[in-house]
């Protein structure tokens, strides 16, 4: 079969595919990156919502105005601004309408705007929409060559590249946006504090994070709550750009008949739709996590309202509510990741101070602009009025010539050397405005133009005058939006977490029942209801049999020791039921291949263990160092070759006695091994050849106590033990007369 030929065309290139995809996505990711997901730093807004405001300015929906369709709005956009779907774009004009999601909403909508359950807003054919107070200032002076403009996307119009922003609205409103590579995520913030920090920063422009927060002390949520983060992490999140707080609802106990009471929540979590809020406390009532609720219930109207009834009068409210914080959305947190354009370009993570450092620069350069507009506005108005004056001082020639001449303009130019402008502006000039009255007029508001100039021009030529006039501006801002006003009042307030002390919040969760937990040889396990339970009779797979046993509540925790040293976690509320043969325990957690199970145990908190391998070595562990939180286990004893780990026995007393495969026994000091919390530990007992057969602990002043085979305990004291005492890692010497045969202390 013959070769394809290339066709012979000029368009026809060969290109590297590594080096073209690569081109391509860097292009797609910087698009997406500038154009959609993360916010400027100035104006705090994506191109969308930025195209909405200047869209809504062009059709004059003014906060005074009479309202317009959304469709309008939407429509508007797409045809001569944002190309794209229009639901997307109805989307997020709806979500700057809604007060539960903008802590200062830019658009006054009229209509089913949705609700804090999550219900969506009615279609845009039948809501109506303005701006607020808030987006007219961030649009305030936009006419007055305040920003730049560029061409949209089809090149027949022009669309602003950042609003003036007379309104610190990154940091008051917050953002959120998953771009390529990176993300942000902004809290919204209360506008008066916003302003008390920027007014220090004009003043100290190097002040730390530490001392901002002594005007914001932390996010203002527009759905309120109250923020338990600690102060440290405020600041450190506040420091680097990046961080978490941790916010939870807020309630109040009401009163009821018989002495009883109900908990009212008022206030939920930023973010958290109430209706799946009380649909997962439902689920966890019935999946018998909440034994210390009875029920929920929603009475919200206007306000929010959520009912919870305790299980009994005697449920403390306090400890009722920290286990519903732990496992509800009635607390949650909400990252920080100050990650914006700088000046619309470079996506980069601000601090605080650093992101209302950028806002204060970009109201400098909008005053600055709009300063040297309106300069040259008075400019061109006084060269007016200046032409204005020379036509009254000479009013009878300036007429003659109008009548007389051919070329009236360019006489008068020459006699009075009036400047194009000037003669133009007096040919056009009415007959009414040639009484006395309009040229008092005229000097009065050149006067006042020349004043104006003079203070515009003092201004343009000074640093200091130019901060005055922002801190004026910001000053006033303050004012509008103070903690007195209805807007402006600090919903969020800061708190400390109630301190419940001794309560076991994992094990309040669960159903508290006996259990005894069976593990069969081969590794499989299973937990009946009760304690002292006949298990004689329990059935087993072929070639299976019972390995051991542990009687617990179904809230505590199971340790299980392999030979490879690790120790998995395992909750007895999880365990499969009695009926049956169990389940294999290495479905629950990763047991590695060619292992197997020393012990299980139930976890004691504040207990120690002695944790020791085959050929001797270990050490003290703590069980509260036991715990692991991944299928995977946690490795405590290391172990190397053929060693492995054989025991896990529990700590007390003050001596531990040890008996070896060649059937020597040593007895030494608790005190002579460490506690760690892993590694290889010590060596207990020296072998030529051989390891570890048994070990124990035990009190030196009881004596030491073995069981022989019919079950009899024998009691050596101390002091008839004396061949046998020595230091750890010593051989130790045969075992008394007695000792079990199976070489171990039970018999």
């Known amino acids: 079969m013959a070769e394809p030929i290339a066709p012979d065309d000029d368009r026809t290139r060969i290109v590297d595919l ?19 997901a993360l916010p400027d730093a100035r104006d705090g807004l994506k191109p969308v919502h930025r195209r909405i405001l200047h869209v809504m300015r062009l059709l004059k929906l003014d906060p005074q105005q009479a309202y317009k369709k959304s469709a309008k709005v939407v429509g508007d956009v797409i045809g001569g601004f944002h190309p794209h779907g229009d639901q997307s774009i109805y989307d997020a004009l709806v979500r700057l309408a809604q007060d539960f999601a903008l802590r200062y909403p830019l658009v006054d909508g009229q209509g089913n705007f949705g609700s804090i359950d999550g219900d969506a807003a009615a279609a845009y054919r039948y809501t109506e929409a303005r701006m607020t107070d808030v987006a007219a200032r961030l649009l305030e ?83 309120g709550g109250i923020l338990v983060e600690p102060g440290e992490e405020i600041e450190k999140a506040y420091a680097t750009g990046r961080g978490s707080f941790r916010l939870r609802a807020r309630w109040e106990v009401e009163k009821t008949a018989n002495g009883t009471y109900q908990i ?54 306090n400890v009722l509510m920290e286990s519903l914080f732990r496992t509800s959305e009635l607390e949650n947190r909400f990252s920080l990741n100050m990650n914006v354009l700088d000046k619309g370009i470079v996506p980069r993570v601000m601090s605080l101070g650093e ?36 036509a009254y001082l000479n009013l009878d020639e ?104 001794d309560i076991d919040f994992d094990a309040a969760l669960i159903e508290k029942e ?98 020791a391998s085959r050929v001797g070595n270990g050490f003290i562990v703590g069980e509260d160092e036991l715990i692991a939180n991944t299928r995977k286990g946690k490795q405590v004893l290391n172990v190397s070759g053929a060693d492995e780990a054989a025991f896990c026995v529990p700590v007390a007393g003050d001596q531990v006695a040890i008996v070896g495969e060649n059937r020597k026994m040593l007895i030494f000091s608790l005190d002579q091994l460490p506690e ?25 002043s009881d004596g030491l106590v073995w069981t022989d085979s019919s079950g009899r305990n024998f009691t050596k004291p101390l002091s008839e033990l004396g061949e046998w005492i020595g230091d750890r890692a010593q051989a130790g010497r045969m075992r008394p007369n007695g000792f079990p045969r199976n070489n171990r202390f039970k018999g």
């Not at 690569?22 to 997406?32: C, D, Q």
């Not at 008390?196 to 914001?216: G, K, T, Y």
């Not at 930023?270 to 034994?291: F, I, T």
């Not at 600055?368 to 204005?388: A, D, N």
Request: glycine residues 8%; neutral net charge.
């Open 355 to 390: 992101a209302l450092k950028a806002w204060l620069q970009h109201r400098k350069e909008v005053l600055v602009r709009r300063s040297r507009y309106r300069l040259e506005q008075i400019e061109k108005r006084l060269e007016v009025l200046s032409g204005y004056l020379i």
């Open 676 to 700: 760690m919390g892993r590694g290889k530990g010590v060596r207990l007992q020296k072998y030529k050849d051989g390891g570890v057969s048994d070990l124990k602990t035990f009190a030196g």
């Open 514 to 611: 006996p259990v005894t937990v069976v593990l069969s040889d081969k590794g499989w396990i299973r937990a009946l209801k009760g304690h002292n339970l006949d298990i004689s009779a329990l059935q087993y797979k072929a070639g299976d049999e019972f390995r051991l046993m542990v009687e617990c509540e179904t809230t505590d925790k199971l340790f299980m020791l392999t030979t490879s040293g690790k120790v998995y976690t395992l909750g007895a509320d999880k365990l499969p039921g009695g009926r049956g043969h169990g389940e294999p325990v290495r479905l629950m957690v990763d047991v590695e291949e060619g292992h197997d199970i020393v012990d299980l145990f139930a976890y004691r908190q504040g207990s120690k263990r002695l944790i």
């Open 141 to 223: 002076g936009i006419t007055e060559n305040a920003v730049n403009f560029r061409p949209t996307y089809d090149g027949e119009t022009e669309e602003p590249e950042v609003l003036p922003a007379n309104f610190p609205n990154l940091l008051a409103n917050g953002a959120s946006g998953i771009a390529v590579g990176m993300a942000t995520s902004i809290p919204p913030h209360n506008v008066a504090e916003l302003c008390a920090a920027a007014l220090h920063l004009i003043h100290h422009p190097d002040a730390s994070a530490r001392e901002l927060m002594q005007f914001v002390p932390g996010p203002d949520f527009p759905t």
């Open 18 to 36: 590594k080096q073209a995809l690569e081109e391509r996505y860097l292009n797609y990711a910087l698009s997406t990156i500038t154009q959609r």
């Open 398 to 501: 300036i007429i003659r010539i109008i009548r007389e001449e051919d070329e009236p303009k360019a006489v008068m130019m020459a006699k009075f050397g009036l400047t194009d402008g000037q003669a133009e502006a007096i040919l056009n000039m009415r007959l009414r405005s040639l009484r006395k009255l309009e040229e008092i007029e005229i000097r009065t508001e050149h006067k006042k133009l020349s004043e104006e100039k003079e203070h515009l021009e003092a201004l343009l030529a000074s640093d200091r005058k130019q901060w005055g006039a922002i801190t004026t501006q910001i000053t006033d801002l303050q004012k509008a939006y103070s903690k007195e006003t209805e807007l402006g009042r600090r919903r969020t307030t800061i708190g400390d977490v109630p301190e419940v002390d």
């Open 264 to 317: 009212i929540v008022t206030e939920i979590p930023y973010g958290v739709q109430k209706s799946r809020l009380v649909e997962k406390v439902a689920e966890l009532l019935l999946a018998k996590k909440l034994p210390l609720l009875k029920d929920i219930r929603d009475e919200s109207a206007e306000d929010i309202r959520l009912v919870l009834e305790p299980r009994a009068r005697t449920v403390d409210a």
